[in-house]
């Protein structure tokens, strides 16, 4: 498994006063999670929060699925303590 994130940014051009919209993606294993217990610790915190359809648009996988990363998260996040 993998975990994508991304950067958004808004940036104003000084000369033509235009908007420039960048995004910046970042992909690492799911373990990398375990340098950063407290990454872990609020990712499962989101994914808690999240309704169905939101986790079902980002292709979060069947509830079975979300929530065996639930608990890979939560084993991280209490290491880490």
């Known amino acids: 498994r993998w975990l994508r994130t991304e950067y958004e940014t808004f940036t104003r051009l000084p000369r033509s006063r235009a908007i420039l919209f960048t995004i910046r993606t970042l992909t690492e294993p799911l373990g990398a999670l375990c340098d950063t217990p407290q990454a872990a610790?609020?990712?499962?915190?989101?994914?808690?929060?999240?309704?169905?359809?939101?986790?079902a648009y980002k292709g979060l996988g069947s509830a079975?699925?979300?929530e065996q990363l639930l608990e890979y998260l939560d084993e991280v996040a209490e290491a880490g303590r």
């Open 64 to 66: 079975a699925e979300v």
């Open 41 to 55: 610790a609020v990712l499962a915190a989101s994914l808690r929060g999240m309704p169905p359809t939101l986790a």
